[in-house]
């Protein structure tokens, strides 16, 4: 079993910025994609960035184009996700995920919760306007 734990959630001011941090343990294969995703009060869970183990290949939803980085550091099991320029319609849960044992990757694939094996706990991100 891949536990997952995301840290690094808190109460920002618009404008601001807050770095996500998700660990795997456990488990963990060699080939892997970590997933974030969101869900604000009332809303579905929503797809935010996603990145392979190594880096080499990245997603970023729309909404959050430009306004977010997502690194791998690989040899840590860990995935950052650095939020800045944030809103208050950047307020929700946030949630990393992982999908072991990729062979095939794709933009739709990394957007489908379904897909994902492991699923954190989330961490609440809080932006005041």
């Known amino acids: 079993q891949v536990h997952l734990v995301e840290s690094g959630g808190g109460l920002v001011q618009a404008g601001g910025s807050l770095r996500l941090s998700c660990t795997a343990s456990g488990p963990i294969s060699s080939t892997y994609l970590m997933g974030w995703f969101r869900q604000a009060p009332g809303e579905e869970r929503e797809f935010v960035a996603a990145?392979?183990?190594?880096?080499?290949?990245?997603y970023s939803a729309d909404p959050v184009k430009g306004r977010v980085t997502i690194s791998s550091e690989n040899a840590k099991n860990t995935v950052i996700l650095q939020m800045s320029n944030l809103r208050p319609e950047d307020t929700a849960v946030y949630y990393c995920?992982?999908?072991?044992?990729?062979?095939?990757?794709?933009?739709?694939?990394?957007?489908?919760?379904?897909?994902?094996?492991?699923w954190g706990q989330g961490t609440q991100v809080t932006v005041s306007s």
């Open positions: 995920a992982v999908k072991q044992d990729i062979i095939i990757v794709s933009e739709v694939l990394a957007m489908r919760e379904s897909w994902y094996d492991y």
């Open positions: 990145i392979t183990w190594n880096g080499g290949i990245t």
